[in-house]
């Protein structure tokens, strides 16, 4: 028997929690921006990630290494100014977290208390477990991110599919169930076969949201500028683009210059 789809006014942890019980897939988004995250949050995303991902498409970084944990705070506060229902997560920054816990509790209180978001991600299993005790202590959600992750993207040496052997397979699911025990409410998994992220997210209560994990998970998420085709040279199979805005962009912008050269802009309704 299907479950009727519940209205959800504002996102929390716990409507996520609810969606995977009741069988609802839940949608991610990222946004690093306030006008970016308004129309994301206007066209109904359960989720958006301010992620570090704008190391690469904000500040054109090869990795997500670069970005500091202030920029991660500009860039969250412009984006929590323009959500009215999504939960907003927040990544903690590489060198942020990883060697003392004490420094992760300090990374994620500044996170909450000055960009006012609603929970933080951070990647890692076992290796991270007190730095995700010390933080969720202080009663801040966290998200986990296992498979692929991109922090350790020099450990890792490629962005090839992750957890392929079984050795790997079983660490992975060890983590997730040990992220679960500690209280996450969520996890990410990047980038591993699908048959794996399904028998993740059916061996955990807490919701699965996968990118490059396959269907079998309870939510998906893209980079937004990825969807929306404004980035051009990254073009993973699990990435499905909804438009081609690079181009339709610089045909607008085109247009404009032409305008601008020949006179004809401002026209005369276009002045005062």
């Given amino acids: 028997m299907s479950v009727a789809k519940k209205e959800y006014k504002r996102v929390t942890v716990k409507s ?11 949608s991610m ?37 670069p970005i500091t944990l202030d920029q991660m705070i500009y860039h969250a506060s412009s984006v929590i100014r323009a959500v009215k229902r999504a939960l907003v997560v927040v990544d903690i920054p590489f060198g942020s977290y990883q060697s003392d816990p004490k420094e992760a509790l300090r990374s994620a209180i500044r996170i909450m208390k000055e960009s006012g978001a609603h929970a933080v991600k951070v990647e890692g299993g076992i290796e991270i477990k007190e730095s995700v005790k010390r933080i969720l202590n202080a009663g801040i959600p966290v998200m986990g991110h296992l498979g692929l992750t991109p922090q350790s993207i020099y450990k890792f040496g490629t ?88 181009e339709e962009m610089g045909n607008a912008i085109s247009q404009y210059v032409t305008d601008v050269k020949s006179r004809d802009f401002p026209n005369e309704e276009e002045q005062y």
């Fill in 16 to 26: 996520l929690i609810e969606m995977k019980r009741n069988g609802e897939r839940i």
């Fill in 159 to 246: 962005y090839t599919v992750r957890a392929k052997e079984e050795e790997e397979a079983q660490k992975l699911l060890s983590d997730a169930k040990l992220l679960e025990k500690l209280g996450c409410f969520a996890i990410v998994l990047e980038k591993i076969p699908a048959d794996l992220a399904k028998k993740v997210a059916d061996s955990i209560s807490i919701p699965v949201i996968g990118i490059g994990a396959g269907n079998g998970v309870d939510g998906q998420v893209l980079v937004v500028h990825d969807l929306l085709g404004i980035t051009q040279e990254f073009n993973p199979r699990f990435l499905r683009r909804y438009m081609n805005l690079y």
């Fill in 29 to 65: 988004l990222t946004a690093y921006d306030f006008s970016m995250a308004k129309i994301v949050d206007d066209a109904n995303v359960d989720v958006i990630l301010v992620g570090d991902s704008a190391s690469n498409v904000m500040a054109g970084h090869e990795t997500t290494l």
